[in-house]
Every structure is written in structure tokens, then in C-alpha cells.
């Protein structure tokens, strides 16, 4: 009788789906199991509408099971603490796991760069749970008022987004400005987003003065300690939100033994998408260092959704003894949404701006959003930029109408 190939998928994103279909399509008779900390999956670049309320909360995230078979796919929601490529073990807080083939699409987590909060929380945005409980705390001070201030670290994507986002939320629950909580963005960077013109700068600069944000650059969060954000100017901030929004870096558990890794956590992988002394082990998406012309690129979804197919199909492939293909990154383009304009690009070149690059970032959400009526949700926020069905006093995701 012949033996199955026991294969693992660790990661339920944009790249770990996209594997599991790959594997799925190309190798049947596989045993295979997706293992991840959740068991749902979230349209993560949508996060920070969870602040503006224009997009439900329900449609950010999508049960795994509703994505596959159940007769073919084993879900295992557990926290994977340590992987031994030699002995092909998984270590989980639930239990073990032994695999003949593996792809690592872990994710990302945020980076602190070694601070820590000598007291309090430092809330975030990069998952579902992070960016609810960020929300409920935003609400929680809305209901009590009057506002505290939000101070929130790094001016990268993430944090302009959700300055935006917060306003915009806050905005429409029709209270007056002055009741607005004030907004600060501390970017250690002597600009904000250097890889933009001078013109888009100073308009992402101008509107985020508009909205009332104040943007700090050069400067950096030393200490939180009792509410209070003392920040290396020397200004101290009471009764404050913290949001770290400063980095990330790949969510790779510990490896035995350890391969090598870039600063941030990923993994460096071959032209195959293997880990290197390890052709059984492929890796996909944040936790993989994909580079192009030799420099490792961006954290984007469509890396990962691309690189997550090609990394199950090679995977299917190894298996099979058949010959696997190169990946290289293609780079489809980005936006950054933030509310009333955005700042893109296509194809890394044709600037994109305005509604039409929100419209362009909410349809590319229903596009790549995982199958089911929530999809209709980012069309619906495309076509009807003004509309808010969630706001930010709303009740909590499983009570939305």
C-alpha cells in the first residue's frame, strides 16, 4: 500500500492558503494539515478600517474552515514554539506534529526593537485581536470622555493609516473636534516615508495637519510608564494611548537547527523557495526573504499571496520528483489608504492617488478577500467612500446587525 506524504503548512495568511490550494491541486494523496494560532483567517491590509467603521469588523476575518474541505485538509489551531528539521517535528502548546514535507508561512508580529512599557499597554494594529482591543480602548475613552490622547509610534504604512483611520472613526460619531482625541505620530526617521516625492510628502503632511495629527519626526518614545509617553524631546504626553506601529519582523518560531536569517526574522531561501541544507522545507510570504535584483523586498500581500502558490506548487513538486521553478517577486504596486486621499503606486511606477486609490485599495480587498458575502463588503466601501456601517462606538463584531 502507499504511504501518504505527511505534509505541514504552518501559517494561515495570504500565503499559507494559497499553498495549502497549491498542494491541494497538485498532490491529492497528501495528509495534509494547515496549523495555525487562529482558526480564521484576516484580510490584514483592512485592519485599520476597524478604526474608521467603514468596513464591518465580521468581514475582516473568515472561519478556515469555511476555505477548504474538510475531508482533505486537517485544521489544527495551535501555537507552533519550535521546529527540529532534523527529527521533522513541529513543537505546539497542544501538542506535536511530524511532517515529511513543510512550508513555514508564518507572518509577521511587531517589532520593539527592545522597548518595553515600564507600566500599561502598548496596543497595536497588525491582527484582528490587536486592532479590537485597540479599538475597544479607543471607545472605552470616547464613552468617558473627554478624549486622551493617542500617541502613536512610527509613520511608516501602518501608522500614518491608522492616524487616519482613528480621525476619520471619531469623526463620524459626530462629536465636535474639540471633543477629538489628539493625535501624535513620533517617527524616529528625519521624514516621513522617504521613498515618496517631495510633493506627495507634503501632501500626506498637509492633510495629516488638517486632520489635526501632529507629526513628530526625528524623535522617538523613551519611556510609558503610569499613561504617561515621554518621548526624546523632552516632551511628556499624560493619559495617554500607546500604538507601535515601529516595525516588524517574521513570526518564525525557533529552529533547531538555526538557518540563517535577515535582521527582521525571515528566512533566507533559494531561487526554489527551500531553506537552505533543507530541500523538504519551503517557506512563503512575510516569514520568507524574497529579493529582487539581490534586495529583499517589502512586506505586501501580493508577495505573499504569489509567493505562497509558487512555494506549495515547488513543495508538490519536490515530492514528486519533478522539477520545480524559480520565483521572483513581482511587484504589483501598493497604496496607502488614509481616508479622505491615499499615496500608490502600479507596477512600481504609475502613481496612483486620490478616491481613485482608495476605490483601487477596497476593490483589491474584495478582490484578494477569501471567498464568501463579506466580499461584497469592500465593493460596497469602493463604490460608497463616505458610508460607515460599523462605527467606532458600535457594538462588538459578533453583535454587529
Known sequence: MEIKPRVCVLGGGFAGIQATRAILRRLPDAELTLID????????PALPDALSGRITRNAMKRPLSGLFPADRVRLVTDRIDRIDLSARTLQGRSGQYAYDALLIAVGSVPEYYGFSPE??????????????ALRAAVAQRHRAGPEAPVVIVGGGYTGIE????????????????????????????????????NGERERIGTYLHELGVDVR???TLTAFRDGIATLSDGTTIPNALVCWSAGMRAAVPELDPQPEQTRDGRLEVNDFLQLPGFPDVFVGGDAAALRKNGTVVRRA?????YSGRRAGH???????????RAFSPVDLGWVIPMGGISVGRLFGALRVGGRFGLRLHYSMCGFRH????????????????????????ANPPGDQP
Do not use: W
Open 314 to 324: 515547488n513543495l508538490a513538486l519536490f515530492l514528486r520528483n519533478r522539477p520545480m
Open 370 to 393: 477569501f471567498p464568501g458575502a463579506a466580499t461584497g463588503e469592500f465593493y460596497r466601501t469602493a463604490l460608497r467612500l463616505k458610508r460607515v456601517p460599523d462605527p467606532i462606538s
Open 119 to 132: 507600566s500599561g499597554t502598548l496596543y497595536t494594529a497588525h491582527s484582528f485581536p490587536a486592532v479590537e
Open 217 to 219: 519626526t526625528g524623535t
Open 162 to 197: 491608522v492616524a487616519a483611520c482613528l480621525r476619520h472613526g471619531v469623526q463620524a460619531t459626530g462629536q465636535s473636534d474639540s471633543n477629538h482625541p489628539p493625535i501624535t505620530i513620533v517617527e524616529a526617521g528625519e521624514r516621513l516615508l522617504p521613498f515618496l516625492t
Open 301 to 305: 500581500v501580493n508577495f505573499a499571496f
Open 37 to 44: 494560532r487562529n482558526p480564521y483567517a484576516t484580510m490584514i
